[in-house]
């Protein structure tokens, strides 16, 4: 039987206020333990999406006081992404999938009726992944990205912040002087500072948290367990004989929901 939209999506929606400050929605992303939060007008309708990476895409982390004091004084309708992209409750999780492949993004609100009900996101298919009952043959080494985007443990957060924004990573591998991994930085990492400011001299080794490595042969129901468990949307793919050596790539959530949309899938039978 067709899967749909609405035997996967996560049913209700955490909002944020359209003049919510920055350091509001920093905190209630947090809290929730979420990449993303819709932004409603005074009369509850919803408007925009705002997530950890359009706080990104502002100057906050600037060392100039006048500029970070501009970013303190926005709120979340002026970097919000609006028209929301949306999917009704009863459309196949194919077509959804195509969907967020074709306008790249990450998340769609569900509607049933024209009223909103629910979101669905790139983690709930890769949970769908790893809970299903047919195993996919696929290996991680099939589906990864090659390219990483990398620094050194002594880069300046805000440097590190820059080159995830101006690449569209939500994350960068922090590796020493042999290319052997010490951390990451992702987005979540760097929320803190959008209510408090950063001293310029911080930098990426002060930041970041543990790097979570698998195998390039590992399946990739093994690959979404993973990040399930840990609540992480990407993976250093490594060599298990020789795992102290330079990555050989990264698998993230929407690498498997690139792989569910290709026609020989069985998401598109």
């Not at 002026?78 to 929301?84: Q, R």
């Not at 042999?178 to 002060?206: A, C, T």
């Not at 042969?217 to 490594?238: C, G, W």
Request: proline share 3%; glycine share 6%.
């Amino acid at each position: 039987m067709t899967k749909l939209v609405r035997d996967l999506m996560h049913s209700g929606l955490l909002t944020c206020k359209a003049d919510a400050t920055l350091g509001q929605v920093a905190t209630l992303l947090h809290q929730h333990h979420v990449h993303a939060l819709v932004v409603t007008d005074r009369d509850g309708r919803e408007v925009g999406i705002i997530s950890d990476f359009d706080l990104l895409a502002g100057e906050w982390l600037s060392s100039d006081p006048e500029s970070l004091e501009t970013m303190r004084r926005l709120t979340a309708a002026d970097l919000m992404s609006h028209p929301i992209d949306s999917v009704e409750a009863g459309t196949p999780l194919a077509q959804a999938v195509t969907t967020l492949i074709d306008k790249q993004v990450s998340r769609l609100l569900v509607t049933e009726n024209g009223k909103a009900i629910g979101i669905i996101s790139l983690s709930d298919f890769v949970a769908s992944i790893a809970s299903s009952d047919e195993p996919k043959r696929e290996t991680v080494g099939d589906v990864m990205s090659d390219a990483i985007l990398v620094c050194r443990g002594k880069t300046p957060v805000a440097s590190a912040a820059r080159a995830m924004t101006s690449s569209g990573w939500r994350s960068v591998l922090v590796v020493d002087a042999k290319g052997k991994v010490l951390g990451v930085v992702s987005g979540r990492s760097l929320l803190k500072f959008v209510k408090d400011g950063i001293d310029e001299n911080l930098i990426v080794r002060d930041v970041m948290h543990p790097a979570l490595t698998i195998n390039i042969n590992a399946s990739l129901r093994e690959a979404a367990d993973k990040m399930i468990q840990s609540h992480y949307h990407r993976l250093v793919v490594i060599d298990a004989d020789d795992p102290d050596a330079f990555p050989l790539g990264v698998i993230s959530t929407f690498d498997i929901v690139a792989q569910m949309a290709r026609p020989d899938s069985v998401w598109q039978r």
